[in-house]
């Protein structure tokens, strides 16, 4: 199976900065790479898919990039609703998930 | 709107199967695939495996083959998922979400949405 790994596992950060969640693959996976948003106590939600589109009715302050191994989420301006636990997907083969990386408040 | 409404919690006795409900509205349930993902507490998301709702076809991650099983009824537009012998590390949230179209789906679209709200499974002595 194809291996994820997230970095950091956690941050914290301050409403209004911009934060950088990187996701690694353990071979090329191409652009198949879905990241989540998952708040305690609820369903994942998905952000962005196949890398870099955004899914419909999300904030346009997410964005993804990356291909082959490397992987980026971005979140532009951090809102107070944000803070919650992010994770990759990647759906290249035998679906797995990256370990996730938790945002809290500074 | 399209929506996934799982049966309630759970509790069950090592050595015993339980069986969880998802209900699709909102779309023709026969024309996406649906998937199972469970997360045991304070952990991670685990992909269990897929059901084709038109043709009954599944395929299961190897980690769950053997041991679960996925159904469903299409005239109530449900999915199932039956895991059995159960441990007491298979105590999780069960989700069910929705994978893409049957008819259009691509090498690699498979991500998830929407999700269900989840189904707490508690094995315990």
């Known amino acids: 199976d194809i291996q994820m790994t997230q970095s950091p596992s956690s941050l914290s950060a301050s409403v209004g900065e911009r934060v950088t969640i990187t996701c690694r693959a353990s071979q090329s996976i191409s652009i198949y790479l879905n990241w989540y948003q998952q708040k305690p106590g609820k369903a994942p939600k998905l952000l962005i898919y196949?890398?870099?589109s955004l899914q419909s009715g999300v904030p346009s302050r997410f964005s993804g990039s990356g291909s082959g191994t490397d992987f980026t989420l971005t979140i532009s301006s951090l809102q107070p609703e944000d803070f919650a636990t992010y994770y990759c997907q990647q759906s290249y083969s035998a679906l797995t998930f990256g370990p996730g990386t938790l945002v809290d408040i500074k | 709107q399209v929506q996934l409404v799982q049966s309630g919690a759970e509790v069950k006795k090592p050595g015993a199967s339980v069986k969880v409900s998802c209900k699709a509205s909102g779309y023709t349930f026969t024309g996406y695939y649906m998937h199972w993902v469970r997360q045991a507490p304070g952990q991670g998301l685990e992909w269990m495996g897929w059901i084709n709702p038109s043709t009954g076809g599944t395929n299961y991650a190897q980690k769950f083959q053997g041991w679960v099983s996925m159904t469903r009824d299409t005239s109530i537009s449900t999915a199932y998922m039956e895991l059995s012998r159960l441990r007491s590390d298979d105590t999780a949230v069960y989700y069910c979400a929705r994978g893409c179209s049957i008819t259009s789906c691509y090498v690699g679209e498979n991500w998830f949405d929407p999700w269900g709200q989840g189904a707490l499974v508690t094995v315990s002595s």
């Open positions: 196949a890398a870099s």
